[in-house]
C-alpha cells in the first residue's frame, strides 16, 4: 500500500500543505526544527489517529488555531480511499471513506504504517513500556479488535485501581466490587494475552532468521514473553481466565495494601536473548541495534503476510544512527517493495542507489519543495 497525496491545514508548524509522493522512496531533507518529523508524525497519526511523540493531541494544532486538519490519499490492493484526521479543541474526528468512525477499531488497519525512529533504537535497553506499545501497536494495525479488548482493559484497570487506593486507605471489608471489576478485567485481559502470544510466534518466525542474517549467521535472536502469571504459550481464552483468577484471589490482600493491580498485561514484558544471553543486560549496543532493527524488519514483513500488502515506512532520522552495514541491510530488504519516507538533515551519509532513485523533498520553516535529484 502507499500513500498518494497528503493535505496539511493548520498541522503543527505546517499552514497549508499538499503533497503527492513517489510510491517507493521519498526523502525529506532540513536542517533541524524546520519540520520533518511533523511530516513523518502526520502520516502516523492518519494510520493510528495518534501521535507517536505526544499524548496531547492540542500540540497537534498550529499555535492560535482552533482545529487541525490531516488528509491521506491511500492506495491498497490498487484501490484508493480518502482518510482524514481533524484535531479541534472539541475533540477528534476520524473518518474513512468520508464517513467518521465513532470505534477506533473501525479505522485503525485502513492504512498500516511502521516506524522506526531513534528512540526504537532503545527497544531493547528501555522500559518495558516500550516494549509493550511495539506490541500493541503492531497489533492493532493487524487486528482492530485488540484496540478495543485493550481499551476495555485500560478502562476498568484504572477504575480497579482506584477501588484499590480507596481500599487502601479506608481498609473496607467488602470486596465485593473488586472482584466483579477483576471478573470483567480478567475477561479482556485472557483475550490480550492469548492474542499477543499468537502473534509472538508470528513474529519469532520472521525475526528470527532477519537476525541471523544481519548477524551473517553470527547470533541466533529468541524472544521470550514475560508475565506476570505461570502459564504456556498455547493456553487457549479460558484456561488463562482461570490462571488470572485464581492468581488474583492469591493476590487480593497484597493488592488492598498495596492499593494497586500487580498482574495482568500492562505488567508484562517482552525478553530479548542472542545465542542464549538476556540482550538488555549483557548485548553490546551493536547487538541492542540489530536486535531492535530485526523487530523493526519483521514488523513490515508480518504485516506483508497478514494484511497482504507492505506498510508504509517512516525512517525518522534515524538512517544516519545506522551503520553502513545495517543501514544497507535495511535498504536493501525494503528496496522496490516498500512505501518509504526517510527524514534527514543530509544525505550526505546515505549512499544507497534506492536514494538515488528516491523523490526528494526540501523542507524549510514548513513548506516544502520538491528537489531535482
Ligand atoms: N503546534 C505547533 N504550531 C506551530 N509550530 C509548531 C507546533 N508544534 C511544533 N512546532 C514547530 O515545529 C518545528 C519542529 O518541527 P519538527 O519536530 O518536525 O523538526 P525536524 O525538522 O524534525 O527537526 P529535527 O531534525 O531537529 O528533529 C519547531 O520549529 C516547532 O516550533
Redesign the pocket.
Known amino acids: 500500500m502507499h500513500i498518494e497525496e497528503l493535505k496539511l491545514k493548520n498541522y503543527?508548524?505546517y499552514d497549508q500543505l499538499e503533497l503527492s509522493f513517489d510510491d517507493k522512496v521519498n526523502v525529506i531533507i532540513?536542517?533541524?526544527?524546520?519540520?520533518?518529523?511533523?511530516?513523518?508524525?502526520a502520516i502516523y497519526l492518519l494510520a493510528f489517529t495518534k501521535s507517536h511523540r505526544t499524548p496531547r493531541e492540542k500540540?497537534?494544532?498550529?499555535?492560535e488555531k482552533d482545529f487541525s486538519k490531516i488528509e491521506g490519499r491511500i492506495n491498497k490492493r490498487n484501490r484508493t480511499f480518502p482518510l482524514e484526521i481533524v484535531i479541534s479543541t472539541k475533540g477528534k474526528k476520524a473518518k474513512l471513506n468520508r464517513i467518521e468512525q465513532k470505534r477506533l477499531s473501525d479505522y485503525i488497519g485502513s492504512l498500516n504504517v511502521v516506524m522506526f525512529a531513534p528512540e526504537d533504537l532503545s527497544l531493547v535497553k528501555g522500559s518495558p513500556q516500550i516494549r509493550r506499545r511495539f506490541i500493541d501497536m503492531e497489533l492493532g494495525q493487524i487486528q482492530p479488535t485488540y484496540i478495543y479488548h485493550l481499551g476495555q482493559y485500560q478502562k476498568i484497570l484504572k477504575q480497579r485501581n482506584h477501588l484499590l487506593k480507596q481500599m487502601q486507605y479506608r481498609k473496607t471489608e467488602d470486596r465485593t466490587m473488586l472482584r466483579v471489576m477483576t471478573e470483567q478485567m480478567v475477561e479482556h485481559a485472557a483475550i490480550i494475552l492469548e492474542r499477543r502470544f499468537s502473534f509472538l510466534e508470528l513474529l519469532r518466525k520472521w525475526a528470527t532468521p532477519i537476525h541471523r542474517g544481519i548477524s551473517r549467521d553470527l547470533e541466533t535472536l529468541e524472544i521470550r514473553y514475560s508475565p506476570t502469571i505461570e502459564v504456556l504459550e498455547d493456553a487457549n481464552k479460558e484456561k488463562i481466565e482461570s490462571i488470572y483468577l485464581h492468581k488474583f484471589q492469591e493476590m487480593e490482600e497484597k493488592e488492598m495494601e498495596r492499593g494497586t493491580t500487580l498482574l495482568g498485561p500492562h505488567r508484562d514484558d517482552l525478553i530479548f536473548y542472542v545465542n542464549d544471553k538476556d540482550v538488555q543486560t549483557y548485548g553490546s549496543q551493536g547487538q541492542q541495534r540489530t536486535t531492535a532493527l530485526s523487530m523493526k524488519l519483521a514488523e513490515i514483513e508480518l504485516i506483508h503476510n497478514e494484511v497482504g500488502e507492505y506498510p508504509i515506512l517512516l525512517l525518522?532520522?534515524v538512517l544516519s544512527e545506522l551503520d553502513d552495514y545495517r543501514q544497507s541491510h535495511l535498504l536493501n530488504t525494503i528496496q522496490g517493495k516498500v512505501q518509504t519516507f526517510v527524514?534527514t538533515?543530509s544525505v550526505d551519509g546515505i549512499n544507497h542507489e534506492t536514494l538515488n532513485k528516491a523523490e526528494l523533498f526540501s523542507?524549510m520553516?514548513?513548506v516544502v519543495e520538491n528537489v531535482e535529484g
Open positions: 503543527r508548524n532540513g536542517e533541524n526544527a524546520q519540520g520533518k518529523t511533523n511530516l513523518m508524525e500540540e497537534l494544532i498550529q499555535w525518522d532520522d527524514s538533515t523542507v520553516n514548513g
